[in-house]
């Protein structure tokens, strides 16, 4: 029997806290006071990445300012998940009434870091509170899944002009996580408008514009959620009396382990299975069914994909490892086809591929993309990481001034 990895581990999310915590802060140059001697020491081990970009940066540009009359100032997001506290330190410039634009970004990774403080939120803003940068109130928060969508959305949409060039269109986000999935774009047709479900429409204020956009996010249709509903499994329970959970998206020959969530199941394939993708597309239709809303208007709107739809694209070679690439929904169905028919004579490295693709292409089916659709697959547009992280703290940068002057 084989213990199995989680193929994706630092993606997987704890039910307690799927979307792990959101701190944001801002940095004004002029207005940084290095109070070191006050903050905690518990802040000091995580924020020594800022301090240390920030003191590099200070050799190149004059306090506040930077050559030819920019404004310079920095943003920091602390993303607290499950599995340690990723930095992102952005440093931006801007000409007097202009869009900011993004000069450097700076990435450091922890662990456990903040996410030690999962359960108490409060604990946090007290940390954050006795440092010396620019902490709001809501700064430090549980982000929920359409926040992270949308910051998504704000990100891919920055990164390729769609915000800073009037006129231009705008690009949809599709996030597939280990908990949940994400899918966001800005509607331009009436009847996409009128005929969303409550909770799929959300407003955006941005640099002067409103956004109306849809966004939804689907707790429990991520990866990992989905294998276990697949195989039969409950969130967050183990298997009654360490019941074997079977499943006919797994080679008839296979039995192992797998590990979801802290919690071992003992996982093995439907035997005698003659057709498994057809079994395999039966089994995930039943999990899919009535569980995503479909929207006509997403097959003519440009889409990026990210997450587990890159991952398991580059795993069976539909785009490049590094670099990414472009695909129709279709390829994942072809793709989950050649694995489910060959995975008895030639078992992939990864048990679930069979089921996996089987997934993704349904996932997307679901949403409405035709098998023609093209999708964008990307970790970097112009050498910047797509994270919700560069949209969240855009957001916070637009509501600060906002703030500061209402009238804009």
């Not at 050799?59 to 599995?83: K, W």
């Not at 662990?111 to 809501?138: M, N, Q, R, T």
Request: glycine share 10%; aromatic share 12%; charged share 20%.
């Amino acid at each position: 029997m084989r213990k199995i990895p989680n193929n994706g581990n630092l993606k997987m999310t704890k039910v307690a806290y799927p979307l792990g915590l959101f701190i944001c802060l801002f940095i004004y140059v002029a207005y940084i006071k290095w109070h070191w001697a006050s903050a905690t020491q518990a802040f000091f081990s995580i924020t020594e990445v800022a301090s240390g970009a920030r003191r590099g940066q200070q050799a190149h540009s004059p306090l506040g300012t930077a050559s030819h009359g920019h404004e310079v100032f920095y943003g920091i997001m602390f993303d607290a998940g499950s599995t340690g506290t990723r930095v992102h330190i952005f440093q931006f410039a801007r000409q007097p009434g202009e869009t900011p634009t993004l000069t450097h970004e700076t990435f450091k990774a922890l662990k456990p870091g903040l996410s030690a403080y999962a359960d108490d939120v409060e604990k946090v803003k007290e940390v954050f509170k006795a440092s010396p940068f620019l902490v709001g109130d809501d700064c430090v928060s549980i982000m929920n899944g359409t926040d992270e969508g949308v910051s998504a959305w704000i990100t891919v949409n920055f990164l390729t002009g769609s915000l800073k060039t009037p006129g231009r269109s705008s690009v949809g986000m599709l996030d597939l996580g280990g908990g949940s999935t994400q899918i966001t774009f800005l509607p331009r047709v009436e009847d996409t408008l009128q005929t969303s479900p409550p909770g799929y429409l959300t407003s955006l204020q941005m640099f002067n514009q409103t956004y109306k956009l849809y966004s939804y996010s689907y707790l429990g249709l991520g990866l990992m959620s989905a294998r276990l509903a697949i195989l039969g499994g409950m969130e967050g329970k183990p298997a009654e009396d360490g019941k074997e959970l079977v499943s006919p998206c797994l080679s008839p020959g296979f039995t192992g382990e797998w590990q979801h969530a802290e919690i071992t199941y003992r996982i093995s394939g439907q035997k005698a299975a003659v057709n498994l993708h057809e079994l395999c597309a039966s089994r995930v239709s039943e999990i899919l069914r009535n569980k995503v809303h479909r929207t006509e208007e997403v097959k003519d709107v440009d889409f990026y994909a990210f997450s587990y739809y890159y991952d398991l694209a580059a795993n069976v070679g539909l785009i490049d490892v590094e670099k990414g690439g472009s695909l129709v929904v279709g390829d994942f169905d072809i793709a989950a086809k050649y694995v489910c028919r060959t995975a008895e004579t030639h078992p992939p490295g990864n048990p679930f591929l069979c089921m996996d693709l089987t997934y993704i292409s349904l996932l997307l089916q679901e949403f409405g993309f035709p098998e023609n659709k093209v999708l964008k697959l990307t970790r970097k547009i112009n050498n910047v990481e797509t994270s919700w992280a560069l949209g969240a703290i855009f957001h916070y940068i637009d509501s600060l001034r906002r703030e500061k002057n209402p009238a804009s």
